[in-house]
RNA sequence: GCAGACGUGGUGGAACUGGUAGACACGCCAGACUUAGGAUCUGGUGGCGUGAGCUGUGAGAGUUCGAGUCUCUCCGUCUGCACCA
């Protein structure tokens, strides 16, 4: 028998006695006691069952910051322990595991600062969290913790890298990046928010780099079509969808000539065009100033200086700063012209800042008609504007709607999408374009030149190009460097780690330099949840019995802002996985679900600097775990910003006490009435579905309606009070635990079966219908379940109320909703 | 500008396929009780009206026996994307 269950006695009788005393709530022995107990007895431990139904719940993992635990982080952690306390006690065998995603730039902004190692700080920063996330009683399986800093982990990571490599979706390029120069650190796109670093808030501004890129636009497609089978929210799958930015249309190549019409050999522009079909109203074309065209031409230009002068002023801005202007600019290379393929005609070309050189060819052919960013340019250049559909008027602004072709030679009378096949095919068959996919999606940069993260498991050879390392040789580990900095040139502080630097090639034996940019902090997390299903595994980075068992996840929680980074990146990753064969399935969460954010109680971002922060430290220390948890759950609708407040958390706290209260009043001896059953079926039939509706605040207040009948008794069954316990289980655990050992139950209550509703108690058999004269609420009657018709219709003209306001007047129709309304429909 | 979500008491928010608007909680008011505690308990609480009653879900119209819910227009808030050809 195990004595710290009855708090050192040595039976039950003699704990009874204890306890008896006792008047109020102690929830700090009480839930210290049950986390104690819950660890030692390893309650939450899981293993492969296949005589049981799996259930994966997963939420994202943090970054084991050194502020600790934000209030926001139990909110997701709370709703999805609730689910997996929920499930287990309908007896599926649920994996709930919890790690840290463990690489990344504060604990490296931290060691520059106090020279403290970042494998130090944040070794300290996760035992911190781990106390934090324990003290809450989570039902995570610990014994699965990982972390993205423990080489056993990115030993994996380096791996699968090397795979990607293989299979030449990883690649180096120099491109021009988003470089954000106060972290001296290369972007992905993802990272930039609105012209800005997501971490410093600096502009970001173009520069020009040799990269590790992974090709994540080859798997585009299947990203935004294997949407359709998942149970993701729907803003999540529209964000990735525009995030991802399909769209078709056509390549068409405009030969450049002389001024003469003479065609320059081997210089076609390239653009792409969702609308072939107005072909016949291009009056001009528009390059980058970036494109490669600009710099091969220079010498054919009649203007070479104001060329010049343009791109370099162009280069210059930062792309905030080129968007939030966008009156138009831009300088015509002379002495050069396009042809138009469709009707051969000699038309201008432009540069201009507005035609951007990461989408599509970099250049375009414009038609100011319909198309208002061609029209604001061409009336600043003084360019034709040729309508080519019919509709508009194009005297003010460009005709952007749809309308049958004119001016378009063959294409004239078609609508629009006859017209672009049309187009399409000609240039297909004239051999100047086809049709074309683009993609507002880039490849992820996968490059950063920072210390705390990932090696790149790389070579470079000077006869053999890049090399993987040996696959023998995994984990590459980190070394030591003299410093942590960053130098302007952007070159990882891994440049300065001596003799790690040097190796051979693993293809020719010869001298070989290691890769020192480090892998971004999405690498890790693309796969963690694989490492939960076999953390422990050194052969590979989870057995295939252990994946087919888990795998996908069932339901996944995160924040919105991880919708287009992690959560893309991480279905990039599992699909390659999968197409290698190293994964069951093609995607990885079968769900998906987003929680609010919770605000300061003036509805503030909650920051340091703000210093409007809630330490959830400080709300376990004041009023306990459960009323946190509860409260957590209670604040509003799960998927909606919530607002904290003190004031609410201290009605949680109340409820939290009346339960514990309510004990005193349960009687053995107390039989239960059909009435009491009938509240505790309603009860348990509400908060099983709201539940898995993701409604915990209004499942929490079932239990409180529950709660409030259980009160106004004077005695209660055990029955209705055991009830209590197990549903109120998944969100109070600790109180739970306790009042089930005090009701005489040897099992935890984690452990124990989630009840069960009798569908006929959970309804009401006598309903309260309304009474309404021409659709104003006039009275109420009382009646049977399903009482028929003519009774109810007898009842509700017999009302007092209804009697006297129908004197003498028609009765023309009354209508009868079955256990809910009557209308009467008077003259 | 584009896309999406939303708008309900003093406050957070309930209301399943159109069917008693305001569940649950906070706050407030009145009372009880007390070895004073983050007390607790009882009753009340959308607005107007002594009352029967009237009125009420951002504004306006419409469909319907009946609209917070459906349709249209407008106003406002939030989120994401933003010169994507």
Redesign the pocket.
């Known amino acids: 028998m195990n004595k710290d269950r009855y708090n050192g006695k040595e039976s039950f009788e003699e704990w009874k006695k204890e306890w008896q005393l006792e008047d109020r709530y102690n929830f700090r022995t009480i839930e210290s006691k049950w986390q104690k107990i819950w660890d030692e007895e390893k309650a939450y431990k899981v293993e492969i069952d296949k005589s049981k139904e799996k259930f994966y719940a997963l939420v994202e993992f943090p970054y084991p910051s050194g502020a600790g635990l934000h209030v926001g982080h139990p909110r997701s952690y709370t709703a999805l322990d609730v689910i997996a306390r929920k499930k287990r006690m309908q007896g599926f065998n649920v994996l709930y595991p919890m790690g840290f995603d463990a690489f990344g730039l504060p604990a490296e902004n931290y060691a520059i600062k106090t020279g403290v190692h970042p494998a130090v700080s944040t070794k300290a920063n996760i035992a911190n969290f781990t106390r934090q996330l324990k003290s809450l009683g989570f039902s995570f399986d610990w014994d699965r913790c990982i972390s993205t800093c423990d080489p056993e982990y990115y030993k994996w990571t380096q791996w699968m890298f090397i795979q990607l490599f293989k299979k030449g979706l990883a690649y180096k390029d120099k491109i021009a990046i988003n470089w954000c120069p106060s972290c001296k650190v290369g972007l992905a796109?993802?990272e930039?928010?609105?012209g800005c670093c997501e971490r410093c808030g600096a502009q970001v501004v173009r520069k020009n780099k040799e990269q590790w890129m992974v090709a994540i636009t080859k798997y585009a497609d299947r990203l935004i079509d294997d949407l359709d089978d998942l149970d993701f929210i729907?803003?999540v799958k529209?964000?990735q969808i525009?995030?991802i930015?399909r769209?078709e249309?056509a390549e068409l190549d405009f030969e450049l000539t002389d001024n003469d019409g003479k065609v320059l050999d081997g210089k076609k522009l390239k653009?792409?065009?969702?609308?072939p079909d107005t072909a016949f109203g291009v009056t001009y074309m528009?390059m980058?100033p970036e494109h490669q065209y600009v710099k091969e031409l220079m010498s054919r230009f009649e203007n070479p200086d104001e060329v010049q002068a343009y791109v370099e002023e162009t280069a210059k801005k930062s792309?905030l700063q080129?968007?939030?202007?966008?009156?138009?600019?831009g300088v015509e290379l002379k002495g050069i012209k396009a042809k138009n393929p469709f009707n051969n005609e000699l038309i201008p070309v432009f540069i201009s800042?507005?035609?951007?050189?990461?989408?599509?060819?970099?250049?375009?052919?414009?038609?100011p008609a319909h198309?208002q960013?061609?029209y604001?340019f061409a009336r600043k250049f003084n360019l034709p504007i040729i309508q080519v559909l019919e509709g508009g008027d194009i005297s003010e602004k460009a005709w952007e709607e749809d309308g049958a072709h004119m001016n378009s030679g063959f294409l004239n009378g078609m609508n629009k999408e006859d017209g672009i096949k049309a187009a399409i095919e000609y240039a297909r068959k004239s051999g100047f374009g086809n049709s074309k996919v683009?993609?507002?999606l880039r490849d992820w940069v996968f490059s950063r030149q920072r210390y705390w993260g990932e090696p790149i498991p790389m070579v470079y050879c000077e006869h053999c190009g890049w090399q993987p390392i040996p696959e023998s040789e995994l984990p590459l580990t980190l070394p030591e460097v003299p410093d942590y900095h960053p130098n302007d040139e952007g070159e990882s502080p891994l440049s300065k780690a001596g003799a790690w630097l040097e190796t051979t090639c693993p293809k020719c034996g010869g001298k070989a330099r290691r890769e020192t940019d480090t892998m971004p902090n999405w690498a890790g997390s693309s796969w963690y949840f694989l490492r939960y299903c076999d953390p422990h595994n050194d052969k590979e980075f989870a057995s295939k019995e252990a994946l087919e068992y888990w795998m996908p996840v069932d339901w996944y929680n995160g924040g919105?802002?991880h919708?287009?980074l992690h959560l893309l990146y991480s279905r990039f990753w599992h699909k390659f996985l999968y197409d290698c064969g190293y994964v069951p399935t093609k995607e990885p969460y079968r769900r998906r679900t987003s929680h609010g954010m919770i605000l300061a109680s003036n509805g503030e971002k909650m920051s340091k600097s703000r210093g409007n922060v809630i330490n959830p430290d400080d709300i376990v220390?004041?009023?306990g775990a459960d009323t946190f948890r509860l409260y957590e759950m209670?604040?509003?609708?799960f998927d909606?910003?919530?607002?904290w407040?003190?004031?609410?958390l201290?009605?949680?706290?109340?409820?939290v006490?009346?339960v514990y209260?309510l004990f005193k009043k349960v009687s053995e001896t107390e039989k239960a009435l059909e009435k009491d059953l009938r509240a505790m079926h309603k009860c348990i039939k509400e908060v099983t579905e709201?539940i898995d509706q993701m409604?915990f605040?209004?499942a929490?207040?079932s239990l409180?309606?529950y709660?409030?009948y259980l009160?106004?008794k004077e005695k209660i069954a055990a029955e209705l009070y055991e009830t209590l316990i197990r549903l109120l289980c998944p969100f109070t655990p600790h109180l739970c635990e306790e009042m089930w050992a005090r009701m005489g139950h040897e099992e935890l209550a984690v452990t124990a079966l989630w009840p069960q509703f009798d569908q006929n108690l959970a309804e009401d058999s006598v309903?309260?219908?309304?009474v309404?004269l021409?659709?104003?609420?006039?009275?109420?009657i009382e009646m049977p379940k399903d009482a028929a018709r003519e009774d109810v219709e007898k009842a509700a003209l017999s009302l007092e109320?209804i009697k006297?306001?129908t004197e003498g007047r028609e009765i023309k129709?009354v209508?009868v909703?079955p256990n809910?309304?009557v209308?009467i429909?008077a003259a």
């Open positions: 796109n993802e930039v928010v609105n729907e803003r529209s964000q525009n995030w930015g769209s249309g653009v792409f065009t969702t609308r528009v980058a792309d080129r968007t939030a202007d966008d009156s138009k600019t800042d507005y035609v951007l050189t990461g989408y599509g060819t970099g250049a375009i052919m414009a038609v198309d960013r061609d604001d683009n993609y507002k919105m802002e919708t287009t220390d004041s009023y209670f604040i509003g609708p909606q910003v919530a607002m407040s003190e004031e609410s201290m009605g949680v706290y109340r409820f006490n009346k209260g709201r409604k605040n209004t929490v207040s409180m309606t709660v409030n009160s106004d309903v309260t219908i309304a309404q021409c659709g104003k609420m006039r009275g109420t109320n006297r306001q129709k209508i909703v809910k309304i209308n429909v």
